[in-house]
């Protein structure tokens, strides 16, 4: 799943070969998966894991221009089911996950009758229903965004609803960051909708991603699209003189910037809402100014800047 970047960002020149420009050391991406282009549901495997209640007899999923489509067909009324699709891999405790998910508004007839548009980090360390989760719901006369986590067993878990956010709107861009014990951040696009650290959550790290729909009485679809994953928010820059000034601009954002230590080593903090996305980086100093466009960056990205 992991997306695998261009190592050298500057062409290498010189004799042997050796780099030159600003170098991408480490890669912290650990997942980039934009679900903007149709192809089968067949490619989803291996990088994803489909499955849940609804099992694959009455909940599909399939990839078109749209995003990733979750649909759950009703056939017992008054129960829930649900259906998902979830990462193979596992991410360590405060990676920053981030998806853009809609919760659509179809007509509710009756009481009773829900949909769900799920995104669940739970815990990979076992078989337990525990996680962290923010959904899109809707029921008859009700339009929610939630924040909550959950805790159960293989069969079923409890859920506590930490925060009710009512709202008409039907996609939100979700970035969550938890350690799984007691933190966590939501953001709803810029805007922090929910922290805390005096959590109990009990949801031992490393962390899985569902993505998900639920629904009781009623046949329900959602969809998702950019997903990613990123081991933090800060992007370090080596390889500079000690003071030289570094400015990160992420494309339609406002800059960031920093200062280099005594090591020749700058560390540039971003949002946790931005810590993935294309940009220009800006070196002052002693050897003049230069500039790096077009430069694709993630939280705990390391970079080197080569004469």
Known sequence: MAAVLAGTLAAACGTGGSPSGLVLDHDARLANDAFDRPAPASSLAPAFRLGGT???????ARLGSGGLFIDVDSRRPGLWRGYFVATAATYPADAVIHVRMWRPSPSVPRAGQSGISLLAIQTGASSALDYV?????????HES???GYAHGSTAYAKTTILKDLPSTATTEDVTVRTDGRSHLDVYFGDTLVYATSALRLGVAPPFRVYLEVEERGFPYRTRFQQLWVTTGTDVRVGGLHPGDRVTLTPDGRPPVEAV??????????????????????????????????????????VFTLHP
């Not at 609804?54 to 909940?59: K, L, M, Q, Y």
């Not at 989760?133 to 006369?141: K, R």
């Not at 020749?264 to 931005?274: N, T």
């Open 54 to 60: 609804a099992t694959s007899a009455h909940g599909t």
């Open 133 to 141: 989760l923010v959904a899109g719901a809707i029921s008859q006369g």
């Open 145 to 147: 965004w939630l924040v």
């Open 260 to 301: 280099a230590d005594a090591t020749g080593r700058a560390r540039l903090a971003l949002p946790v809402s931005e810590a993935v996305g294309t940009g220009t980086f800006t070196i002052e100093g002693a050897r003049g100014e230069r500039h790096f466009r077009g430069v694709a960056f993630a939280g705990g990205d």
